[in-house]
């Protein structure tokens, strides 16, 4: 997969990363990850973003060939994440005279994270820089993803080069567009990217799916996954929905539990819901399936149910750190069912109960507490948690 054109003069060039086992050393990704690089091919050449570091020979040698002995002129920086901008040290060797185009912010982080000599150009909202028949728009979008995050758009052939926003986890199986390849079997990844790794900037990538809205769009090429060209529009209305944090009817419950004590009372709170009408009813080990999965689930449900076990004297380590992820992320609105289990001192509901006042939650009662074993009586009271959070769901006045 060296070099794949979009038109006659716009080309592909990125890199497959199936080695990479967490991204952001945080988010396993299975499946990899793909690190998407334009060349533009006019009277001046540009490069709009890069790979990452690890992948600069393969990277280059694909640039080389596609340049075809032509010089580069420029290199666009619509986002200095080192996964986009690690190849700059082999380019900027390669190509001394090459212009770095970036806005004031991406020119501050270009000099603090690489020592490199070559011309810049600072670009400003809505400055053109013209190739011949190709001419670059810029559009600022802050804070989707770093500070320095823009969008570029080339107005001849419609095409939007939208840095992170509209990505995805997952290798590009073979084809590039969204009409060579299962779109639909794509977009797990898709969506746990977004939750994972996007997830915390809603409103900036909300400001900028406003911003672009006036742009006629052929082309939308993102830094990750596929590139759109039959349907952007279904990208944009997704990633819509994820940055309003909307939700669909189901809900997930996550626990953690050593000795199966805490897992039953999991199971009640499943079953009140599943008989009470939830069916999308999902019940996650926090030990046996990773947060990034458990996170990406949460993001487009209505309810979300955690439960855990005490440890030494605190919430279980695992369920603390989906906690943390959740304040992190900054998701809200869900209804909230607590649950939890401890022996001879400090339930975990008060760690629980302290995550739910951090954020709008609405909390649905009871929430039930077991020492050690859970009695009879606690697992009814899990079942009737579940079948609160039914009732909640399903009523008519229930919002979304
Ligand atoms: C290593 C370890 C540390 C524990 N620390 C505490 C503790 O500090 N306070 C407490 O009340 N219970 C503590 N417990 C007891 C468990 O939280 C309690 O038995 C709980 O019901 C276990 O639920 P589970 O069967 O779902 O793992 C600890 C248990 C283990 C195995
Ligand atoms: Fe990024
Ligand atoms: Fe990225």
Redesign the pocket.
């Known amino acids: 997969m060296a070099t794949i054109p979009l038109t006659e003069k716009i080309s592909w060039i990125g890199v497959n990363d199936f080695e990479t086992e967490l991204f952001e050393a945080l988010w396993p990704i299975p499946q990899g990850i793909s690190y998407n690089s334009y060349l533009i091919r006019d009277d001046k050449t540009a490069l709009i973003d890069a790979v990452k570091r690890n992948f600069s020979d393969d990277f280059m040698m694909s640039l080389e060939s596609t340049l075809a002995g032509k010089a580069l002129d420029y290199l666009v920086i619509n986002?200095i994440?080192p996964?986009h901008s690690g190849a700059i040290a082999p380019l900027a060797g390669r190509y001394p005279k090459m212009c770095i185009v970036g806005n004031e912010k991406t020119i501050s982080l270009l000099k603090g994270f690489y020592n490199i000599a070559n011309p810049v150009k600072i670009i400003t909202e809505n400055e053109k820089i013209s190739l011949g028949r190709h001419t670059f728009e810029f559009f600022m979008t802050p804070m989707a993803?770093?500070p320095e995050t823009m969008m570029t758009y080339e107005r001849t052939t419609q095409t939007l080069f939208s840095g992170?926003v509209f990505g995805g986890f997952g290798t590009l199986p073979g084809g590039i567009f969204d009409d060579e390849v299962d779109i639909e079997a794509l977009t797990p990844e898709i969506r746990r990217y977004f939750s994972n790794v996007i997830g915390k900037y809603c409103l900036p990538v909300q400001k900028a799916i406003e911003k672009i809205k006036p742009l006629p769009i052929k082309i939308l090429a993102s830094t990750h996954g596929p590139v759109y060209r039959e349907a952007p529009q279904r990208i944009i209305n997704l990633y819509s929905g994820w940055s309003r944090q909307e939700t669909k009817p189901g809900a997930v419950i996550a626990y953690a539990s050593m000795y199966g004590h805490t897992e039953k009372m999991a199971e009640a709170v499943g079953q009140g819901l599943t008989e009470n009408g939830v069916k999308e009813t999902q019940i996650f080990n926090v030990s046996k399936t990773h947060a990034s999965f458990i996170l990406s689930e949460i993001w487009v449900h209505k309810a979300l149910v955690l439960g855990s076990c005490t440890y030494n004297g605190k919430i279980f380590p695992l369920m603390n750190g989906l906690l943390e992820l959740l304040e992190n992320t900054g998701l809200h609105g869900r209804s909230l069912g607590l649950f939890g289990s401890f022996s001879w001192s400090a339930s975990p509901l008060s760690r629980l109960k302290d995550f739910s006042q951090k954020g709008p939650w609405k909390l649905i009662s009871p929430c039930p507490e077991a020492k050690c074993a859970p009695a009879d009586d606690v697992l009814k009271a899990c079942y009737t948690l579940g079948q609160n959070l039914a009732k909640d769901m399903l009523s008519p006045n229930s919002k979304q």
């Open positions: 986002h994440e996964d993803h770093w992170d």
